[in-house]
């Protein structure tokens, strides 16, 4: 038997699943407890992570936050990690996107089984993914039999559920039920909608030859910035005329808005509601807009959620 503050872990009978959470600059682990949808704050451990590093750095710091878990041996951990990726198999494939180009070809379930347990097995799933379960089980989309939750930030990560399961390949949702693979213009959403789309567009209208600044940092400029917020107003209306149509084939009746941009709720609700109206003027009617309420814990806790349904299968 193991305890984690006031947490009792005793083994694979045991409600409480190990999960880590892996973004761009961080890796999180903590023990959720699946029966009652709760992520145990004492267990919480994190780590700095920098995703240019070498690959045997990056995983060692990812090993030594799940290490610091008091988890139960020979159990099942889930773990969330952005694409692209083969969640199958654990590889990841990070090809030029700017992040983790090491792990490129890395079988992360062979590094992180080695140092964290040679008996336990990893199983891994988009990080919006888990934050959409973690939303629908216990957060903003509870009680919606279809909902659609997406991340906003460096840019945008999407999951579409059918009564808490992910739809990654049917007629009623983009390819690989990603919003990022569809386009605004003749043009990958990514070239309206991202980090990168957001500053360049920014620079051009203000002619400033560069922005040194974040996403963040642009939207807290939006504030009195006349410029600023139009690169936002302009960038989510196009994003929710595109999105428009896919939500009415789905069925959508709820919409779920999370990630660091979301928290700028005036910049990102109103225009995306613009847009969606543009395009599929029904919604208005028949979609909730509404922000994630869980922060952090809903990609722990549909990391866990993840794992139970794989611990089920496996038996």
């Known amino acids: ?68 878990l008091d988890a139960p041996r020979a159990t099942t951990w889930g773990v969330a990690v952005p694409g692209p990726f083969d969640y199958a198999r654990g590889i990841g494939r990070f090809h030029g996107v700017g992040k983790f180009e090491a792990l490129n070809g890395v079988s992360l379930r062979g590094g992180l089984t080695r140092a964290v347990d040679p008996q336990a097995q990893m199983v891994f799933l988009n990080d919006a993914e888990a934050f959409g379960i973690g939303e629908w089980i216990a957060g903003a989309a509870a009680g919606h039999d279809r909902a659609v939750a997406l991340t906003l930030g460096t840019g945008v990560g999407s999951t579409f559920l059918d009564a808490g399961q992910a739809v990654r390949h049917r007629e009623d949702v983009p390819p690989g039920g990603s919003v990022h693979r569809l386009q605004i213009g003749g043009r990958p959403l990514e070239e309206t909608v991202s980090r990168r789309a957001f500053l360049a567009r920014y620079a051009e209208l203000s002619g400033m030859a560069h922005v040194d600044d974040d996403v963040r940092g642009l939207a807290r400029r939006a504030a009195g910035d006349g410029t600023a917020r139009a690169v936002f107003d302009d960038a989510y209306r196009a994003l929710g005329e595109v999105l428009g149509p896919w939500l009415t084939r789905f069925g959508a009746t709820t919409l779920v808005l999370g990630g660091s941009i979301a928290g700028s709720w005036n910049l990102v609700a109103p225009p995306l509601a613009n847009g969606l109206r543009t395009t599929e003027p029904t919604l208005e009617h028949t979609l909730s807009i509404v922000p994630a309420t869980l922060g952090q814990d809903a990609a722990l806790l549909g990391a866990a959620v993840h794992a139970a349904r794989c611990r089920l299968r496996s038996r």
């Not at 503050?5 to 999180?28: N, R």
């Not at 959720?32 to 060692?60: F, G, H, Q």
């Open 1 to 68: 038997m193991r305890r984690s503050g006031s947490t009792t872990v005793d083994g694979p009978s045991s409600p409480w699943a190990p999960v880590i959470e892996i973004g761009g600059t961080h890796a999180l682990a903590a023990l959720v407890n699946v029966r009652d949808t709760c992520v145990d704050a004492a267990s919480k451990r994190a780590v700095a992570l920098d995703s240019s590093a070498p690959a045997n750095e990056i995983l060692a710091r990812i090993a030594s936050c799940a290490r610091a």
